[in-house]
């Protein structure tokens, strides 16, 4: 079965303006979370949803938002992009139970210039 | 709350070396315990889990057994190759908790 898709890959985008993210899940995959992987600060829980809910949240400011459609399929927003918002963002789907293993996407790359 | 503490890396070994990689944490409940392993320009992929204490997961040849008495779950290969090389992540997770994850280690397999 198809794996975790994220769109784009690359991304290029100036300070202040915003961006959104795609990542379309596993089949049957109820619950998409989303990470920030740096250099610097390795790799940080944004948040996750289920079921069209925001179950968890990491400790981004509001900047970052997100949501979760009805066919599971979520996007992630940041707004007024930081120079320190570079990073590479990672989208994950899982069944949602803590037994289950996270299957990751191969992230979109963004740079903020 | 919740913490992954994860060997500091990078790690460079010869070919057919034994490998530890060191993971401890710390957790309320009863958490499940995972092992990702990152390719240069990919996303994490499972390596091996644990759900329970004395639990072994194993995959690929690298075992890690569930320790609940010293809270630690260690990363182990009997004999690495070159393709080994990549940045491997441990990981928890509990119903009570999102997922979080050690700082990752670098390992570099010299042929």
């Known amino acids: 079965k198809a794996g975790v898709t994220q769109t784009p890959r690359y991304l290029i985008k100036t300070r202040g303006q915003q961006v959104t993210l795609s990542c379309s899940p596993i089949?049957?995959?109820?619950?998409v979370s989303w990470y920030q992987q740096t250099p610097g600060q390795g790799l940080q829980f944004l948040f996750e949803?289920?079921?069209?809910?925001?179950?968890n949240k990491g400790n981004f400011p509001g900047r970052f938002s997100g949501r979760q459609f009805s066919n599971s399929r979520s996007e992630m927003n940041v707004s007024t992009l930081e120079l320190g918002d570079s990073a590479l963002y990672l989208c994950?789907?899982?069944?949602?139970?803590?037994?289950?293993?996270?299957?990751f996407g191969n992230g979109t790359r963004l740079t903020v210039t | 709350g919740n913490s992954v503490t994860q060997m500091e890396g990078p790690v460079t070994l010869s070919e057919e070396a034994f490998l530890t990689i060191n993971c401890t944490y710390t957790?309320?409940?009863?958490?499940?315990l995972f092992w990702y392993v990152q390719y240069p320009g990919e996303g994490l992929q499972l390596l091996l889990k644990?759900?329970?204490?004395?639990d072994k997961g194993s995959n690929k040849g690298f075992e890690a057994t569930y320790r609940k008495e010293t809270t630690s779950f260690h990363l182990e290969k009997g004999s690495v190759q070159v393709s080994d090389s990549a940045v491997y992540f441990c990981?928890?997770?509990?119903?009570?908790?999102?997922?979080?994850f050690g700082s990752g280690t670098r390992l570099s397999i010299r042929p």
């Open positions: 990981a928890l997770y509990s119903s009570a908790s999102k997922i979080i």
């Open positions: 957790a309320t409940g009863y958490p499940s």
């Open positions: 089949s049957g995959h109820r619950s």
């Open positions: 994950a789907s899982s069944q949602g139970d803590p037994q289950s293993p996270l299957h």
């Open positions: 644990a759900t329970k204490a004395d």
């Open positions: 949803y289920f079921s069209e809910t925001q179950r």
